[in-house]
């Protein structure tokens, strides 16, 4: 169950960028599960990695390879290649010499990304055995096949696809992504693949999407869980009739807004997506020292279940959020300056129960499906918003059952 409308975008061909998908049979025989992707030669390319201390695999070689002017991506499903040691370093490994003799490049060349069930060893035949379709499948126009192919529990495949001009020139930016449990990235999405024809050098590129996914990516949780197989590239196949964008120019200034403004679409669509999620919740955190404070008001709140649950039962339980303000480990937290409001309703001032809170009004706001939850904290000017979602019945029999 997704939370608002999510229907697939009308998706732009991206100059440079070719996709194909096929069936390798991973974890079922009915949908692709393995998605290559290929970059024109002299693009650049940019990657952000889980920090979880157990990354996967792939994790581990996509690091390596991406000094090496990577060509071709290879995408998973069904199989994280976590939590499978050295054997599954020798099984990304091989996956992309399996890629490299398909396409006549390097292995090096390759980055490899995987996600589904950790502790499984990853099926190198199958996926070898399905590469040659997948290869025979690329095409400028399967956006839609490639985010239906990197699914896992996703209800729906998300995508963003915008065009911006510069100098008179466009330049087309496209974006798929896959999460919906064990999403609190740390750094980027369970999984996020960007791509523009822009013309760019790969420093920048990078600078560009490590900004980008820290006020996005970095900005949403479903379960607090951080993922070993997260990752978040951004490929610039430099195809654009635009003129190169450089650090000193007002034009990275118009490029990387773009760039934000496609990881914030794709970051909102997971929590949309989020497991068994039936609301929406934004919380905005105002007035705080500074941006890590109110973020972990933000995360505080967020990752309490007891805020969550209370969502999900529409119950304007609002003492659950000023306890979870309480334990966030703010310092000298003046609490008689603290506010608090659902939607526009505000529920604590000075200290307690707003004077002119009703049980009505906010019963109000919480049988909606989008909720902001805004905390003023009466102490500085930074303000961030972290993104969540409410935890049902339905998170708990998902990932329950998420090997059977």
Request: hydrophobic share 45%; charged share 20%.
């Amino acid at each position: 169950m997704a939370v608002g409308q999510c229907n697939f975008p009308n998706m732009l061909n991206v100059a440079g960028i070719a996709l194909g998908t096929a069936c390798a049979g991973i974890k079922q025989t009915i949908k692709d599960d393995i998605l290559v992707i290929q970059m024109a030669k002299h693009s650049t390319c940019a990657a952000v990695f889980t920090q979880n201390a157990f990354c996967a695999a792939p994790v581990h070689v996509a690091k390596a390879n991406l000094a090496y002017a990577p060509r071709w991506l290879l995408i998973n499903s069904g199989n994280a290649n976590a939590g499978t040691g050295d054997q599954g370093i020798h099984n990304a490994l091989n996956s992309c010499e399996g890629l490299a003799k398909v396409t006549g490049g390097l292995a090096n060349e390759v980055l490899p990304f995987s996600t589904g069930v950790i502790g499984q060893p990853l099926p190198v035949a199958k996926i070898i055995e399905a590469l040659p379709k997948a290869i025979k499948n690329l095409s400028l126009d399967n956006w839609d096949k490639a985010a239906q192919a990197i699914m896992t529990t996703d209800t729906f495949p998300k995508a963003v696809s915008k065009v911006i001009k510069i100098a008179g020139k466009s330049i087309t930016i496209n974006g798929i992504s896959k999460g919906a449990g064990m999403i609190q990235p740390n750094m980027a999405t369970m999984l996020g693949f960007i791509a523009t024809d822009a013309i760019i050098n790969q420093v920048l590129l990078q600078n560009c999407l490590a900004i980008a996914v820290e006020q996005s990516f970095n900005r949403i949780t479903v379960d607090g869980d951080t993922s070993t197989n997260d990752a978040c590239v951004l490929m610039a196949s430099g195809c654009s009739d635009a003129p190169e964008i450089t650090a000193d120019s007002e034009n990275y200034a118009i490029f990387s807004d773009a760039i934000m403004s496609v990881c914030k679409q794709l970051a909102e669509a997971i929590v949309r997506d989020g497991e068994g999620a039936t609301k929406l919740m934004r919380i905005v955190v105002k007035e705080a020292l500074h941006d890590e404070e109110a973020v972990r008001v933000g995360k505080t709140i967020a990752h309490s279940p007891l805020v969550k649950t209370a969502f999900f039962a529409s119950d304007p339980n609002w003492g659950r959020i000023l306890a979870a303000v309480g334990r966030s480990g703010i310092q000298n937290m003046v609490l008689d300056n603290v506010q608090i409001f659902l939607d526009d309703v505000c529920i604590v001032k000075n200290g307690g129960r707003a004077d002119d809170y009703t049980e009505e009004a906010g019963q109000q706001v919480m049988n909606r499906e989008e909720i902001t939850i805004t905390v003023k904290l009466g102490r500085g000017e930074a303000i961030q918003e972290v993104l969540t979602c409410d935890l049902s019945y339905d998170y708990v029999k998902i990932n329950a059952e998420y090997r059977t």
